[in-house]
């Protein structure tokens, strides 16, 4: 199986291509893509670098252009296409059917990737993808068990991939206006969620309190750890309880699932994470390259080495185990 | 005036898990006394509440057809299972009503035969719509969270499409896997016993600091604050929106559609429209910031009360 990495920095590029990345994914500086965080991202002369980098180490190189283009504004789309595959991109990972249908028609020979944000759940969405826009891989969104995947696998004619490690949306993913419901800013439009723009901390008594927009995400008592207030991972009360209504703050780790994903016929592993700088990046693609590269009953102290890495150091194994729903 | 007056009406899906016999009943109501073109029946949320309205679906269909009204049928939002997509592919080979798809997989099925398209499609450009037109699609309900120059930019790109927007009802914001509803009950989706039917208005979820937020409704998310566009018709009809959706909330339905009729008919002053739907849905606040650009949770009062502060 692939490796495919994330890269938010050409920092972060050359760290992931030299610890062994199948694949660097990665894109513009502006809303096409669905990581449009302030500091990150590549200008087209950094792309042209990371690119030639990585053609010189054997390495692929997809551009992710998976934001939902404005009304009136596609041409700023369109051009980071152009860009992108007159650069040597290996691959554009695409979410919108309209700059689908662009890339399929104006550029027929370019790779086509399904983005997450797509949300093709099953084999009718994924083969209509193909059909229509010759997509040669789709990565499957978060909403999946490893059961549904093989069936998946069963009945597609395109490529599967699929997140096993990083941060993890709850919510079927392009499909989400959570986000700009409370900040105007959603992850299809702007390519932010619950951007740092919008979030405020402050002391309340003996309390950190953490907002978002005009709401409050979560309070933290003395002596615990506070963390970012993302609106799906907050505290909130429900009827007579309250807690983490949607899911815990928690990162995906399937990495212990490596043998069933294979059977399962997955052909390439994602790392979420391009917002995650270059020193995480180079640590946690060396160790899941070299745990992919071990004998199952050899991979145990990477597996555990990598669980250090995850975001609160607390993991699930998400909708990829049934019990999680 | 002309134009307004062309408009038309579309009852959304009930989101929500309603006792069947009031489902049932809602309908009746709505064929009977509700100035709607057309209703859009069938469950969006869950595949787990299917058989609740099955019984009473036949003859649902035909009270509202005899009342005149088109029906369509609704699809999933969510399909991940294989009984998801064969039920959906069953449902199009045999009916003869139109469907609306309301994910990709709908999409595939529904090619080259007419259907309509549900506001939890992503359409954010005039591209994707045209796409979709050229795949059979004769009406498409934007998203609600798109803004008006949005709007204003597809509808102006592709004037023989029919386009529709999200005028009233809480937002739907988010949906998963995972069931939040059933979990804030003890329980898990594959054992819910159905907990969603006890909310049929969604389970409110407040912040800590006890401000109204959003809702549950099974594996679906909604806004706590009801979406109402009622004080921009106008602007809408003149951007070329042909027709006006409003998702069932648990209130008069029939006194909220009558409402819209008669704002867009010009017999009600949109100011007063929108007070008398406070009063119509006086669970939730109105929110109308998708539409300008800002966060959809909050209320943009008409600007053209301030022009009219000014001197001409």
């Not at chain 1, 983490?244 to 790392?271: H, N, Q, R, T, W």
């Not at chain 2, 009204?69 to 009503?97: G, Y």
């Not at chain 2, 099974?218 to 566009?229: M, W």
């Not at chain 2, 959706?245 to 009558?258: G, H, I, N, T, Y």
Request: contains cysteine.
């Amino acid at each position: 199986m692939e490796l495919i990495c994330p890269a938010g920095t050409p920092a972060a590029f050359h760290e992931a291509v030299d610890a062994g990345a199948d694949a660097v994914y990665c894109g513009f500086r502006d809303e096409t893509n669905a990581r449009n965080f302030p500091g990150l991202n590549f200008s087209r002369e950094e792309l042209r670098e990371a690119i030639a980098y990585a053609k010189r180490k054997g390495t692929q190189t997809f551009v992710a252009l998976n934001t939902f283009m404005r009304a009136g504004a596609e041409e700023i789309w369109y051009k980071g296409a152009a860009d992108a595959v007159a650069l040597g991109a290996d691959a554009l990972i695409l979410a919108d059917f309209g700059l689908m249908a662009h890339v399929a028609e104006k550029y027929p020979e370019q790779r086509l990737h399904v983005s997450v944000q797509a949300s093709a759940s099953n084999p009718d969405a994924i083969n209509f993808l193909v059909d229509a826009f010759n997509a040669q891989r789709v990565v499957l969104p978060r909403t999946l068990t490893i059961a549904d995947i093989a069936r998946i696998g069963k009945n597609i004619r395109c490529e599967m991939e699929v997140f096993v490690f990083g941060g993890l949306c709850v919510m079927a993913e392009g499909r989400c206006s959570l986000s700009s419901y409370a900040t105007g800013k959603s992850p299809n439009m702007n390519g932010v969620c619950s951007p740092a723009s919008h979030v405020r901390y402050r002391k309340d008594g003996g309390e950190l309190v953490s907002e978002l927009g005009e709401f409050t995400i979560n309070r933290f008592p003395a002596g615990e750890a506070a963390g970012y207030p993302t609106l799906c991972k907050g505290r909130f009360d429900i009827a007579d309880s309250n807690g983490y209504a949607f899911e815990d703050p928690v990162s995906l780790d399937v990495m212990g699932e490596l043998e069933a994903l294979k059977a399962a016929g997955v052909k390439a592993l994602k790392i979420e994470g391009r917002q995650r700088g270059k020193a995480y990046v180079a640590e946690v693609v060396s160790t899941m390259k070299a745990a992919l590269n071990s004998p199952p009953d050899r991979r145990a102290p990477l597996l555990a080495r990598l669980r250090t890495m995850s975001e609160g150091q607390k993991t699930t194994s998400g909708a990829y185990e049934k019990r999680w729903r | 005036m002309t134009d307004m007056k062309k408009t038309s009406l579309t009852l959304g899906p009930v989101y929500y898990l309603w006792n069947a016999e009031k489902w049932r009943d809602f309908h009746f109501r709505i064929a009977d006394e509700a100035p709607v073109d057309r209703v859009v029946i069938g469950e969006t949320v869950c595949s787990k509440r299917q058989h609740f309205i099955e019984p009473h679906l036949a003859e649902v269909v035909e009270r509202l057809e005899s009342a005149g009204k088109t029906v369509i049928l609704s699809t999933l939002a969510l399909v991940t299972l294989n009984r998801e997509s064969k039920q959906i592919r069953e449902m199009a080979e045999v009916s003869e009503h139109l469907m609306e798809a309301n994910d990709l997989s709908a999409l595939a099925i529904l090619k080259d035969k007419p259907h309509t398209i549900g506001p939890l499609v992503n359409v954010y450009n005039a591209p994707t719509a045209r796409l979709l037109a050229s795949r059979g699609a004769t009406r498409i309900c934007l998203p609600p969270e798109l803004p008006f120059s949005s709007v204003k930019e597809i509808t102006a790109e592709l004037p023989d499409i029919d386009f529709e927007v999200f005028a009233f009802g809480r937002m739907p914001l988010a949906i998963s896997a995972r069931c939040a509803h059933a979990r804030s009950k003890g329980k898990i989706k594959d054992n819910c016993q159905f907990v969603c039917g006890e909310d049929p208005d969604g389970l409110p979820v407040r912040t800590l600091d006890r401000q109204s937020f959003l809702a549950l409704n099974g594996v679906q998310t909604v806004s706590h604050a009801c979406q109402s566009l009622l004080g921009e018709l106008d602007h809408l009809v003149e951007a070329g929106v042909r027709s006006f959706r409003l998702s069932p909330q648990d209130c008069d339905m029939v006194a909220v559609a009558k409402l819209h009729r008669a704002v867009l008919d010009g017999a009600v002053d949109a100011d007063a429209g929108v007070a008398k739907l406070r009063q119509l849905y006086a669970a939730a606040p109105l929110a109308n910031g998708f539409h300008h650009a800002k966060e959809g949770a909050v209320w943009v009062a008409r600007t053209r009360s301030l022009q009219a502060a000014w001197p001409a």
